[in-house]
Protein backbone atom coordinates (compact mmCIF):
# COMPACT_ATOMS: atom_id res chain seq x y z
CA UNK A 1 0.00 0.00 0.00
CA UNK A 2 2.97 2.61 0.88
CA UNK A 3 4.03 1.61 -2.42
CA UNK A 4 0.96 2.87 -4.04
CA UNK A 5 0.55 5.95 -1.84
CA UNK A 6 4.18 6.96 -3.07
CA UNK A 7 3.29 6.41 -6.93
CA UNK A 8 -0.10 8.37 -6.71
CA UNK A 9 2.24 11.08 -4.80
CA UNK A 10 4.59 11.13 -7.90
CA UNK A 11 1.72 10.76 -10.38
CA UNK A 12 -0.51 13.57 -8.61
CA UNK A 13 2.75 15.92 -7.45
CA UNK A 14 3.80 15.47 -11.41
CA UNK A 15 3.01 18.99 -12.52
CA UNK A 16 3.81 21.08 -15.73
CA UNK A 17 3.96 24.12 -13.80
CA UNK A 18 5.88 25.04 -10.31
CA UNK A 19 4.18 27.43 -7.89
CA UNK A 20 5.09 31.12 -8.15
CA UNK A 21 3.91 31.81 -4.40
CA UNK A 22 2.91 30.77 -1.00
CA UNK A 23 -0.34 30.71 -2.18
CA UNK A 24 0.12 28.24 -4.85
CA UNK A 25 1.54 25.69 -2.48
CA UNK A 26 -0.99 26.23 -0.21
CA UNK A 27 -3.53 25.92 -2.58
CA UNK A 28 -2.27 22.62 -4.09
CA UNK A 29 -1.65 21.00 -0.44
CA UNK A 30 -5.28 21.65 0.31
CA UNK A 31 -6.26 19.48 -2.83
CA UNK A 32 -3.77 16.58 -1.28
CA UNK A 33 -5.14 13.48 0.30
CA UNK A 34 -4.25 13.16 4.06
CA UNK A 35 -2.27 9.93 3.08
CA UNK A 36 -0.31 11.75 -0.04
CA UNK A 37 0.63 14.61 2.63
CA UNK A 38 2.24 12.21 5.55
CA UNK A 39 4.24 10.40 2.31
CA UNK A 40 5.61 14.16 1.39
CA UNK A 41 6.15 14.71 4.81
CA UNK A 42 8.11 11.29 4.63
CA UNK A 43 9.97 12.63 1.44
CA UNK A 44 10.70 16.26 3.21
CA UNK A 45 12.38 14.15 5.98
CA UNK A 46 14.65 12.11 3.73
CA UNK A 47 15.91 15.25 2.48
CA UNK A 48 16.13 16.73 5.73
CA UNK A 49 18.27 13.70 6.65
CA UNK A 50 20.29 13.74 3.87
CA UNK A 51 20.91 16.91 3.93
CA UNK A 52 22.54 16.98 7.40
CA UNK A 53 24.45 13.78 6.26
CA UNK A 54 26.14 15.12 3.89
CA UNK A 55 26.76 18.49 6.14
CA UNK A 56 24.14 20.65 4.02
CA UNK A 57 21.86 21.63 6.63
CA UNK A 58 19.83 24.68 6.20
CA UNK A 59 21.63 25.35 3.17
CA UNK A 60 19.01 25.75 0.19
CA UNK A 61 19.68 23.57 -3.15
Do not use: R
Request: hydrophobic residues 40%.
Amino acid sequence: MKHNIKKTVKEKMNVAEEPDSPEEISEMLEKMSPEMIEALKEQLAAMEAADEQAGNAGVPD
